[in-house]
């Protein structure tokens, strides 16, 4: 099992920039993406930013420009940059960890989420 704790949500007004962060432990691959994704009310659960075993990124176009997704392997922990925030933002965000063997998906985690709020 991979446990997944995430930080860094609020409420903030438009305009404004959070920072979260999702930091993984438990039976972590040695390979592994991760990734965040969120989820509004009455929406479909979407892809915000990855970032692979391999440092390539992945953005939703509608955050491309204004969020920035990193990871630092030595804490086994990923952040999302997010400026420039708009009302629309607003959403559940979940962090995603996939496991990797021979660079092939072999399972997947998911956080417990962390509500951000953008107000206008």
């Known amino acids: 099992q991979v446990q997944l704790v995430e930080s860094g949500g609020g409420s903030v007004q438009a305009g404004g920039s959070l920072r979260l962060s999702c930091a993984a432990s438990?039976?972590?691959?040695?390979?592994?993406?991760m990734g965040w994704y969120r989820q509004a009310p009455g929406n479909q659960r979407e892809l915000v930013a990855t970032v692979s075993f391999d440092a390539r990124t992945n953005y939703a176009d509608s955050v491309k420009g204004r969020f920035d997704i990193s990871r630092d392997n030595a804490k086994n922990t990923v952040y999302l940059q997010m400026n420039s925030l708009k009302p629309e933002d607003t959403a559940v965000y979940y962090c995603?960890?996939?496991?990797?063997?021979?660079?092939?998906?072999?399972?997947?985690?998911w956080g417990q989420g962390t509500q951000v709020t953008v107000s206008s």
């Open positions: 995603n960890l996939e496991n990797l063997r021979l660079g092939v998906f072999r399972n997947n985690y």
């Open positions: 438990g039976s972590i691959a040695s390979t592994y993406n």
